[in-house]
């Protein structure tokens, strides 16, 4: 099965500063990279994910790279907000092309103003 | 409605009870999927429903779990003899076809004392 790891655990920026997570995935099959955003006590929402026949992609200040040799995906988020701070998720196939996600361990954002 | 719901929000239940927690998808989602998701943790697979068709429930955690999605709409994700272990949020998510596009719900958050 598929193996996520995501690191840091949590990240402080001044606002207006960028944020970079990674993770990093074991299955070369996966195919498959969403990120979740998830704010306290509510429910994961997806933010960008990627497919594996492409190496970048962006979505106004967030923007998602992936690097399949490496087997490594990360998430850029430029000119942050106090609004972008949350628990960060990433995730993949749980093995191979499989629908069900594993999920790597979360990074806590906080933007301070 | 508009997205997945969950009920009941919060679930207090005494050590040996059973539980009964539902899930109501988007109306026209296929694919629906359980995950566990413990305190500080990114969500942990349980089971996926393909339509009525239960296709993997290798992520239930022991046989007090089961789950049930009778008429391929609704799903009810049942835990008999509850342990204090089992104290997490429960997400339910669906998605339309086989996609991987999940849309989560706010979940039910089970403390058993």
């Known amino acids: 099965g598929e193996n996520v790891e995501q690191h840091p655990s949590t990240l402080s920026v001044q606002e207006g500063d960028s944020a970079v997570i990674k993770c990093t995935y074991s299955d070369s099959a996966s195919n498959y990279f969403p990120w979740y955003k998830q704010e306290l006590g509510k429910r994961p929402q997806l933010i960008i994910d990627?497919?594996?026949?492409?190496g970048e992609k962006k979505d106004q200040r967030i923007a998602v790279t992936l690097n399949k040799t490496a087997k490594h995906f990360s998430l850029h988020i430029t000119e942050t907000q106090p609004e972008d701070s949350a628990v960060y998720f990433c995730a993949a196939p749980r093995s191979g092309s499989a629908r069900q996600l594993t999920f790597g361990s979360g990074t806590q954002l906080t933007v301070l103003p | 409605g508009a997205g997945v719901s969950q009920s009941p929000r919060y679930k207090v239940a005494k050590r040996g009870q059973d539980v009964a927690l539902r899930c109501d998808p988007i109306s026209g989602h296929v694919s629906l999927f359980w995950y566990q998701q413990a305190l500080g943790q990114g969500p942990e697979f349980l089971t996926y429903f393909q339509n009525e068709a239960q296709l993997d429930k290798s992520g239930l955690p022991s046989d007090r779990f089961f789950a049930e999605r009778p008429e391929g709409s609704v799903s009810t994700l049942k835990i008999q003899r509850t342990q204090q272990e089992d104290s997490a949020v429960y997400l339910c998510?669906?998605?339309f076809g086989q996609g991987y596009g999940y849309t989560f719900g706010s979940g039910t958050r089970l403390t058993v004392v």
């Open positions: 990627i497919r594996s026949n492409v």
């Open positions: 998510a669906s998605s």
